[in-house]
């Protein structure tokens, strides 16, 4: 019962893998991604409150993981179901497309139960290595041409963080003669006078600062989510987001609390560098994808805010707005493959008077940016409130007034887009159609995004829970 989730992940996997072999069974591998994802949230739910390790203590269920295993689940879910016509991948390698992205998948699920670095090492190859394949599947009719490009730099950049990250993990087997988290961690607590020991957890960080594109391991951000298909960059942007925050978690704990000024400093830097980067890159974009690429290296900094407290409050405050940072960007995503007709890359342009030609996009696109932006009362504002007040009760005052500014700063660019949906005349701009999924997807997206905005004390229960447990 404590690997059936991940055998049914598996076993659907083999499924997609045989559907592929087939000609033009697009369709089928589309409703089984469904159907997998949708079991696999199921069996996490029903196996939520058990608890035990797996394969000599490298794998572990419990409540923090079967958590993160259904946030991811359903992601896939929603990024298969609003981008489900795959405009821009061409209809031979659909079938691959979605095996891939269930791979990616299982590579997290895996990743959110490992509890030995080795294990965490080839999880995260496994999530990686699919993602590297599906940036170059765009089709080329699309007149898009920089997939390529935008596949060799994530590649190039990930073999880079992978490099460090397993210099780190070397450092930490040469410390301490082991790869398992819990040993480790009670090893490391003893070694405060070593500096090795900070070099070996900040090279091991590096690996997970690249997935969450934080500054200065961001650098593919941009060129991977503006030459990517839509699909793709929807979900490179919201789903492994999610195991890395969770595997952050377990990593930062790593850190000697009795030392961890080294850490808080180095957080913190990190934090003010990437959101001030990511919010003043993105106030020059007008390719709606790589303002959201700059835009996320901006909400990657708020998540390190979360984490420089160090205590249990601070990560499951991280934790909740990771998840309402990727509704807010599913419902972005939403519009984005409503409006591009081939797949192409939409531009603040392509929004002109969609107020008119697509109500209802419009205001999902008003809710997503005024809750990126941290307009109350939606799940955005929430997050930052409670990030920026469990900083400054830390103690990080200098910390919370540039996460103040930069929210500031953030404001300008996303209600540009909202200015210009709801205030320019379309011109010869033609009516947007949409889907009986989308205006479902796109309900739900809003609901969500509104109702842990107002009450967020459901989510944050849950998540204090998550971090309790793995504390």
């Known amino acids: 019962m404590l690997f059936l989730p991940e055998l049914f992940l598996l076993g659907g996997s083999l499924i997609l893998f045989f559907i592929t072999l087939g000609d033009e069974k697009g369709a089928l591998a589309k409703n089984v991604t469904i159907a997998i994802g949708l079991g696999m949230a199921l069996l996490c739910y029903m196996s939520i409150d058990k608890q035990g390790t797996l394969f000599y203590t490298a794998y572990k269920v419990d409540y923090f993981s079967q958590f993160f295993k259904i946030i991811i689940s359903l992601g896939l879910v929603a990024v298969v179901i609003l981008t489900s016509d795959m405009k821009g991948i061409n209809a031979k390698v659909k079938p691959e497309y979605y095996l891939f992205m269930t791979l990616s998948c299982l590579g997290l699920v895996f990743l959110v139960s490992a509890n030995e670095l080795i294990t965490i090492f080839i999880s995260l190859e496994l999530s990686s290595y699919a993602l590297y394949l599906m940036v170059p599947m765009r089709d080329d009719a699309t007149g898009e041409i920089k997939q390529m490009e935008a596949a060799i730099k994530y590649i190039m950049f990930g073999v880079l963080s992978t490099g460090a990250m397993l210099f780190g993990t070397s450092y930490v087997y040469g410390l301490t003669g082991s790869t398992s988290l819990p040993e480790v961690v009670m090893a490391l607590s003893s070694m405060s006078d070593n500096p090795i020991s900070y070099l070996a957890v900040f090279l091991i960080l590096i690996g997970f600062f690249y997935k969450l594109a934080i500054f200065p391991f961001h650098f593919w951000v941009p060129d991977v989510y503006e030459g990517a298909a839509n699909a793709t960059t929807a979900f490179i942007a919201t789903v492994p987001k999610v195991g890395a925050v969770a595997i952050m978690v377990k990593i930062v704990l ?71 940072y990727v509704l807010m960007n599913l419902a972005c995503f939403l519009v984005i493959c409503a409006v591009s007709q081939k797949g192409e890359n939409v531009s603040r342009d392509d929004l002109k008077g969609l107020y008119k030609r697509a109500p209802f996009l419009a205001l999902v696109l008003l809710v997503s940016m005024f809750a990126m932006a941290g307009i109350p009362p939606f799940v955005g504002f929430a997050g930052k409130f409670m990030l920026l007040i469990g900083a400054l009760k830390a103690g990080h005052l200098v910390l919370v ?71």
């Open 254 to 324: 790593m850190a000697n609390p009795n030392g961890a000024d080294w850490l808080i400093l180095m957080l913190s830097i990190a934090a003010v560098s990437s959101m001030f980067y990511g919010n003043l890159s993105a106030l020059v974009q007008t390719d709606i994808k790589r303002m959201l690429g700059f835009s996320g290296i901006a909400h990657a900094g708020f998540i390190l805010v979360g984490m420089v407290t160090l205590d249990e409050l601070g990560f499951a405050r991280a934790m909740y707005y990771i998840i309402g």
């Open 401 to 471: 007034i540039l996460a103040a500014i930069n929210t500031a700063i953030a404001i300008y660019y996303y209600l540009s887009v909202v200015r210009v949906a709801f205030t320019s005349d379309p011109g010869d701009r033609p009516d947007v159609e949409v889907r009986g999924s989308m205006w479902a997807m796109g309900l739900v997206l809003m609901a969500l995004i509104l109702y842990l905005g107002v009450a967020p004390d459901t989510l944050m229960a849950i998540t204090q829970k998550a971090v309790q447990v793995v504390m």
